[in-house]
């Protein structure tokens, strides 16, 4: 499927912008169940079905680092020329760094919401571990996203990164409060 644009907003609306994504399902064969896999042990049933798992090409990712947690974060990365953000929001944003200070946090200055960041990923983690990611980046927010169906949200695969050790290309060992 091909990205299409989507529009986000913070809370009040003053902070505006549009994201190029592809949150398109798609039916691709679940490997887990093959039914010509000769190591699993056999069923009674003599059904050859294949079932089929649904899965997007945007990966989306939770992070258990200090504002991540925090702030329940769940966001994709997508590269700045995929983001267009509304000529009139900038004067409505402010910026939160900590850390590295290689994230720019961006918040709503009137409701508090943060839309979206800007940084650039440098990780040692492996390029599959961090859902293919390098070089600068803008980080949408996927709760932002206006219009989009709450089934379609449900179907995006979520990567977590456990950054609260800083090994963000490591799943942490508790993941359902994120």
Not at 3 to 22: Q, R
Not at 54 to 80: D, M, Q
Not at 143 to 149: N, Q
């Amino acid at each position: 499927m091909a990205p299409k644009p989507y529009p986000g907003s913070c809370h009040c609306g003053l902070v505006t912008y549009t994201v190029n994504l592809d949150l398109e399902q798609q039916q691709t064969p679940d490997p887990n169940n093959n039914p010509n896999d000769q190591t699993k042990p056999s069923s009674s049933s003599s059904s050859s079905s294949t079932t089929t798992t649904t899965t997007t090409t945007t990966k989306t990712g939770k992070c258990n680092c200090s504002i991540c947690a925090k702030t329940r974060s769940w966001e994709t990365l997508v590269p700045p020329s995929a983001f267009h953000l509304n000529p009139t929001s900038p004067p409505h944003l402010t910026e939160y760094r900590f850390g590295t200070q290689k994230v720019a946090h961006l918040f709503c200055k009137v409701c508090g919401c943060r839309p979206f960041g800007r940084g650039t990923w440098e990780s040692s983690g492996s390029s599959e571990e961090e859902g293919g990611w390098r070089g600068e980046f803008v980080a949408v927010q996927l709760a932002c996203l206006d219009g989009v169906e709450d089934a379609v949200l449900e179907g995006l695969e979520v990567v977590f990164r456990n950054g609260r050790e800083g090994a963000f290309g490591e799943r942490p060992g508790v993941v359902g409060h994120l």
